[in-house]
């Protein structure tokens, strides 16, 4: 079982900036992808943005740019450095990640989200 713990969420005006981190732990093996997704209220979950062990990131088109994740591969650390943050970035913010077993069965576990709110 992996466990997800977020942090770093919270108020801030528009053009301000935060960094999110999610740890990961337990059963972590082979872990592949981690990112970040997010959801606003009356809309589905989005994905924000991911990064590979290889450190192929990819980025929802509207924060290229403003967006940056980075990952710690030797203690399953994941983080989210948020730019010139605007009101339509407000949202629960989440944390995913995925990977396999040795047996070759996938896996993928999700935090409990962390609130962004961005004020005009």
């Known amino acids: 079982q992996v466990q997800l713990v977020e942090s770093g969420g919270g108020l801030v005006q528009a053009g301000g900036s935060l960094t999110l981190s999610c740890a990961a732990s337990?059963?972590?093996?082979?872990?592949?992808?981690m990112g970040w997704y997010r959801q606003a209220p009356g809309k589905q979950r989005e994905l924000v943005a991911s990064i590979t062990g290889g450190s192929i990131t990819d980025y929802l088109d509207t924060v290229k740019g403003r967006f940056t994740i980075s990952r710690d591969n030797a203690r399953n650390l994941v983080y989210l450095q948020m730019n010139s943050l605007k009101p339509e970035d407000t949202a629960v913010y989440y944390c995913h990640v995925s990977g396999h077993f040795p047996w070759g069965s996938s896996y993928q576990a999700w935090g409990q989200g962390t609130q962004v709110t961005v004020s005009s």
């Open positions: 337990g059963n972590i093996v082979n872990l592949k992808s």
